[in-house]
């Protein structure tokens, strides 16, 4: 499946953004799609992943409550609704997926990845 993913920009701190990862190539429904992210000068982390019918989600604890992940498999897309921004959600987010049985949080458990949109938070 390959995946790309868009939506990201420069926003103030409080603003909100919606991260889109479209999806081609394989039944979309098969793969779970987590979003990861990657700040300046730290390691990639995990955000929040839905599971492949769409009725499981898990979010990092930084992010709960503010972040919303969602999909339409009809539309092979999945969203992250970003609000109430904060200049430490700065990173490039990437989406990625996976089709085994079990969900997991660890990136080396996702073999498909899109290739990043830049997100930027200003205070």
């Known amino acids: 499946v390959q995946l790309q993913a868009s939506g990201g920009g420069l926003v103030q701190a409080g603003g909100s953004l919606r991260l889109s990862c479209a999806a081609s190539?394989?039944?979309?429904?098969?793969?779970?799609i987590t979003w990861f992210r990657q700040g300046p000068g730290k390691e990639r982390e995990f955000v929040a992943l839905?599971?492949?019918?769409?009725?499981?989600?898990l979010y990092a604890d930084s992010v709960k409550g503010r972040f919303t992940i969602s999909r339409d498999n009809a539309k092979n897309t999945v969203y992250l609704q970003m609000n109430s921004l904060k200049p430490e959600d700065t990173a490039v987010y990437y989406c990625?997926?996976?089709?085994?049985?079990?969900?997991?949080?660890?990136?080396?458990?996702?073999?498909?990845w899109g290739q990043g949109t830049q997100v930027t938070v200003s205070s």
């Open positions: 990625a997926a996976d089709s085994s049985i079990g969900w997991s949080t660890r990136m080396n458990a996702y073999d498909y």
């Open positions: 190539g394989r039944t979309f429904g098969n793969y779970h």
């Open positions: 839905i599971s492949k019918s769409g009725r499981n989600t």
